[in-house]
C-alpha cells in the first residue's frame, strides 16, 4: 500500500497532466484558428461581431469560421484551471481530507460565481 507521500505525489501528477493536456489543446485550437485566419484573411464574421456565447463558437467551429475556433480555444483555457479545481475536490474526496473537499468546493463555486458574473455582464 502506498504511503501518504506517494499517493500525493501521484495526485499532484494526475493533476499536472490535466493542466499539461487543457494548455496543450487550448493552444492548438487556436492555432488553427490563427492559421485560418491567416489563409482567409477574415474572420468569418461581418464587421466587428464575434461568437460571444457557447451554441455560435459550437456552431462557428462546424462552419470553420477563425474567429470561433480562436474563442474555442480560450474557452478550453479558461476551463483547464476549473478542471484542475474538480480533479482537486475528488483527490482530496478519495483521500477522505474533508476540510480541503470543503475549502475547493468554496473555490469552485467562486470560479463558477465569477463567470456567471462575468456573462452577464455582456
Keep these: 500500500m502506498k504511503d501518504d507521500k506517494e499517493k500525493m505525489l501521484d495526485i499532484e501528477l494526475r493533476i499536472g497532466k490535466i ?3 487543457g494548455t496543450i489543446l487550448s493552444t ?20 466587428a461581431s464575434y461568437p460571444h456565447n457557447f451554441q455560435a463558437i459550437v456552431m462557428g467551429l462546424a462552419g470553420f469560421k477563425p474567429f470561433a475556433w480562436l474563442m474555442a480555444g480560450l474557452f478550453l483555457l479558461i476551463l483547464t484551471p476549473v478542471l484542475r479545481v474538480l480533479a482537486s ?3 482530496f474526496a ?3 481530507d474533508r476540510m480541503y473537499v470543503v475549502i475547493t468546493l468554496i473555490v ?14 455582456e
Design 28 to 47: 492548438a485550437v487556436m492555432v488553427i484558428g490563427l492559421v485560418m485566419f491567416v489563409v482567409t484573411g477574415h474572420s468569418g464574421y461581418n464587421g
Design 94 to 96: 478519495k483521500e477522505r
Design 89 to 91: 475536490i475528488f483527490a
Design 19 to 21: 493542466l499539461r493536456f
Design 108 to 121: 469552485l463555486l467562486i470560479l463558477i460565481v465569477a463567470i456567471l458574473l462575468g456573462h452577464a455582464g
